[in-house]
């Protein structure tokens, strides 16, 4: 399956989740390419320092990542878009609209496969129609206080799981 994450910069969440989702793939032992991209993308830099040691301390590697800006082919080349808030998912739709059934924030993708019990991107749009996620977004930490990278981070964390088990179809 190929997971794209979006969030503004592209050098603190979306690298964090990138990189933490192609860890989990290999402990786990399957089948995922995980890239990211911002809407207003640092082409680029690399990640943020405090967000790379954020991702370190979770077990995530940052080294060689570079920043790159969303493009409507890199948004239509997913079998899954996982943004970090509501307004990156309206930005991915605004410029891929054909990719309503696939592009979800990360945490209601989360919610939805939690409360559905989803098990494939399909059934987890399908889930939209009879379930709510109240909480939608990862507020960003750039320029912030550490905490505020841990905080995001632990969301990320907490949230890949059980979204890394869909199916693409």
Do not use: K, W
Not at 64 to 69: E, L, M, S, T
């Amino acid at each position: 399956m190929r997971v794209l994450f979006v969030c503004t910069g592209n050098i603190c969440r979306s690298p964090t989740a990138e990189r933490l989702a192609a860890a989990f793939a290999h402990e786990g032992g399957f089948e995922l390419t995980a890239s990211s991209a911002g809407t207003q993308g640092l082409t680029g830099h690399g990640m943020d320092p405090t967000a790379a040691l954020v991702l370190t301390q979770l077990g995530g590697d940052p080294d060689g990542f570079v920043a790159r800006r969303l493009t409507p082919v890199i948004a239509a080349d997913a079998d899954l878009v996982l943004t970090m808030t509501a307004a990156h998912r309206d930005a991915v739709l605004a410029i891929s609209p054909r990719q309503m059934r696939r592009t979800f924030t990360l945490l209601e993708a989360s919610g939805l496969a939690a409360a559905s019990g989803a098990h494939s991107v399909a059934s987890l749009a399908d889930a939209r129609a009879v379930h709510h996620v109240d909480t939608l977004d990862i507020g960003d930490p750039y320029r912030r206080e550490q905490s505020e990278y841990e905080h995001a981070g632990e969301l990320i964390a907490e949230a890949l799981p059980t979204v890394l088990r869909l199916s693409p179809q």
